[in-house]
């Protein structure tokens, strides 16, 4: 605490009125969380009573690491530090009877719901058009992130918007039929949930006696909803935010909760922070320089006392083949200078597809690297199989999961079969499943077809009755190799390898399963609760110890946000890409300029800005132009590297040579 200065200090030890902490990129806002949760407990709130949230799986678990070096394990017991959808998620567990859920909710993911509104649409949905379904999938997500209830979409929705308006009835019908929700009811429940049931509410107020956000300019309308119900009227919270750094406006995100705050609490206290403690003078005054030409509600000055430092450097290269080479041999040979290590350097990017050559060039040159945020380790079809049997066994109701691994491997229950089936359960609005046991549908399928799923029907079920009584990771090994999953594998993929891999992938699956049971309870985690929380997790969290080694780190700039960095690298700043081109063409460049703000301000000691001539886009190579944003950075701090262009031969040469270098240097 004596090392905050004072503003920091105050922010920690303002208890008496709502706080808002505004503050720019690096002043320590997080700091002030962490710092203030330690402050509360040691004024004699137990930890129980405090919760903080924040955005992504990463920075909760980089939260807890700092406040366990503040607190030791007993002063920690019961703190809640998560994010906004995992806090949702044990709001819902705990009242899902209240809400009319059976035990053994599922959480459906994107997939799934698309699945789900498909076959809503392919069942007569009134005035859909199965192309669309992405769209009303979005749709739908901005209503329940703006905390519109489907009743109020229906009045709510202009002419065009009735079709979706009509299927988010639907949707949240069947959802609740398949004792299921979706990401954003894990926010939207809780909220309505509160709304309606005030001791619940007074319950949890109890709970939760002091809230902590942190990257409040990203929150939504409903979770704003969901801070001022749980805060209540005395407003006992802090939240910290810069709404410079607000990017998730395509997610509902408000910057104006802000500014709301002050309308709803007038006792709301607002303190600012104005001493970068991440970023060299240079890269200060570069990133301000940057975000001075979006329009500002709230002024901020930012000064660091950590040097002026290096002129940021901008690269440029003739295609993104030499763009990927040069950058991995840039790090090669700046981590040999300096004696850096590869946790060091972060690559930066605005989409993930621009990573893939990346991690091409890294890994032929053996560096080690993380991608935080890439494809999902649940995107792989070997881990939703094995996922959808679990979820099938908790919750039996479950269509998507159902679908997913009725035919996984083969059982010759064909598409006719389904849809039969499909229509039969939808005429008497039950699940896939409840409908397969139906005396009814028996009148409509083959002997042979009833039977098929009949069996599969029974072994579902007895496999999820000895789940529950008995030793579940037992089962659940035995079952993988009872349906002959590997036998599968080998049968579905193209090579032995990739079979091997994908099996692989399924036991390092339940050994995180088994550690997630045993991390909180002994292993005494009913299975229901275990799927629950590993469906919220994602692909940081599975690098969790990857991520203590010493690693290059690759991600998008929205998967930065927070974080900090040596020596980052901001690649594909170009039109198009950085503003993106979505963006240019909606006259959206204010969320893209603060983007790129986000990415220069995760920089500590220096920042290279890369862009490529050329540029394959669609199969065909085209000219590309240096992004807008680095027109409007101050020339003076500013180092234009290389605009006469490296045969590739050399740069690859140079890569090679600093390597062997480097190699005979360790030895
Ligand atoms: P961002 O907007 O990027 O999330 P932030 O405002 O949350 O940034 P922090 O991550 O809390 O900033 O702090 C930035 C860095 O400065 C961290 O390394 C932190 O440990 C350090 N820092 C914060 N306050 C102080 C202080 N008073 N003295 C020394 N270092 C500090
Ligand atoms: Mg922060």
């Known amino acids: ?23 720019g990129a690096g002043s320590g806002k997080t700091r002030v969380i962490t710092e203030k949760i330690a402050y509360l407990v040691k004024q004699g709130l137990p930890a129980r009573h405090i919760a903080a949230v924040t955005f992504t799986n990463k920075a909760a678990r980089e939260m807890k690491s700092r406040v366990s070096k503040l607190l030791d ?126 001791a619940i509410l007074e319950k949890w107020q109890n709970k939760i006696r002091y809230l902590l956000v942190d990257e409040y300019q990203d929150t939504n309308i409903t979770q704003y909803q969901l801070v001022r119900l749980i805060a209540g009227n005395l407003g006992r919270f802090t939240v910290v935010g810069d709404d410079d750094q607000s990017i998730y406006a395509w997610r509902g995100a408000q910057p104006e909760n802000l500014a709301q705050l002050q309308k709803d ?144 491997p083969k059982r010759e229950i064909g598409p006719s079969t389904l849809e039969k089936l499909g229509a039969y359960a939808n005429e008497r609005h039950i699940s896939l499943f409840a409908a397969s046991t139906e005396f009814g549908l028996s009148q409509r399928l083959s002997e042979k077809a009833m039977h098929r799923l009949t069996k599969f029907r029974d072994w579902v079920i007895d496999t999820a009755d000895r789940i529950e009584r008995g030793d579940t990771f037992a089962v659940i090994e035995q079952f993988i190799d009872q349906i002959g999953y590997p036998q599968h594998l080998q049968e579905e993929s193209k090579t032995k390898d990739s079979a091997d891999r994908k099996l692989k992938n399924v ?24 799927v629950a929380k590993i469906m919220l997790m994602d692909i940081m969290e599975r690098n969790q110890e990857d991520e203590a080694s010493d690693q290059v780190s690759l991600m998008t700039l929205h998967a930065a946000k927070g974080l900090e960095f040596p020596h980052v690298f901001l690649i594909g700043i170009e039109e198009n890409i950085l503003p993106h081109q979505n963006s240019i063409e909606t006259d959206n460049i204010e969320e893209e300029r603060r983007l790129a703000y986000v990415g220069i301000t995760r920089a500590q000691r220096t920042c290279t800005f890369s862009y490529c001539t050329h540029r394959k886009r669609y199969g065909e190579v085209a000219e590309c132009e240096p992004s807008r944003f680095l027109s409007e950075l101050p020339e003076d701090d500013l180092e234009w590297v290389n605009k006469k262009q490296l045969a590739p031969e050399v740069i690859k040469e140079r890569g090679k040579a600093s390597l062997a270098h480097l190699k005979t240097m360790l030895s």
Request: one cysteine or more; proline letters at 3%.
């Open 73 to 198: 394990d007993k002063q920690q017991r019961g703190l809640r530090v998560s994010t906004f959808h995992s806090l949702g998620l044990d709001i819902l567990r705990a009242e899902s009877k209240t809400l009319g859920y059976k035990s053994g909710l599922t959480l459906f993911d994107e997939q799934d719901k698309h699945t789900l509104l498909r076959n809503l649409i392919s069942h007569g949905a009134k005035d859909c058009d199965i192309d669309n379904v992405d769209s009303y999938a979005r749709q739908i997500g901005q209503w329940k992130n703006a905390f519109v209830t489907p009743e109020q979409s229906v009045t709510i929705a202009k002419a065009n918007e009735y079709p979706a308006a009509n299927l988010y009835i639907d949707y949240t019908r069947s959802l609740k039929a398949y004792n299921a929700v979706d990401f954003d009811d894990l926010i939207l429940l809780p909220v309505l949930l509160f709304q309606q049931h005030p």
């Open 265 to 408: 609490y007038a006792r709301l206290h607002v303190i600012k922070l104005e001493q970068n403690y991440r970023s060299t003078g240079r890269i200060l005054k570069v990133a301000n320089q940057l975000i001075a030409n979006n329009p500002h509600a709230f002024e901020k000055r930012l000064w660091s006392e950590l040097g002026y430092g290096d002129p940021l450097r901008v690269l440029s290269h003739k295609d993104e083949q030499i763009e990927a080479q040069q950058i991995v041999s840039e790090i090669i040979h700046h981590k040999f200078k300096t004696g850096s290590n590869y946790q060091d350097y972060a690559i930066l990017y605005r989409g993930n597809h621009q990573s893939r050559l990346f991690e091409k060039g890294l890994r032929e040159n053996n560096i080690p690297y993380f991608i935080s945020g890439s494809t999902s380790f649940f995107a792989y079809s070997e881990i939703k199989d094995i996922l959808g049997y679990l979820r099938l066994f908790v919750n039996q109701d479950d269509d998507a999961a159902f679908l997913r691994v009725i035919n996984t």
């Open 1 to 23: 605490m004596s090392k905050l200065n004072p503003q920091q200090q105050a922010a920690v030890k303002a208890i008496d009125h709502p706080l808002l902490v505004l503050a």
């Open 507 to 530: 036991y390092e699956l339940i050994e995180w399963l088994k550690r997630i049971a045993d991390k909180e309870t002994d292993g005494q985690m009913p299975l229901a609760e275990i």
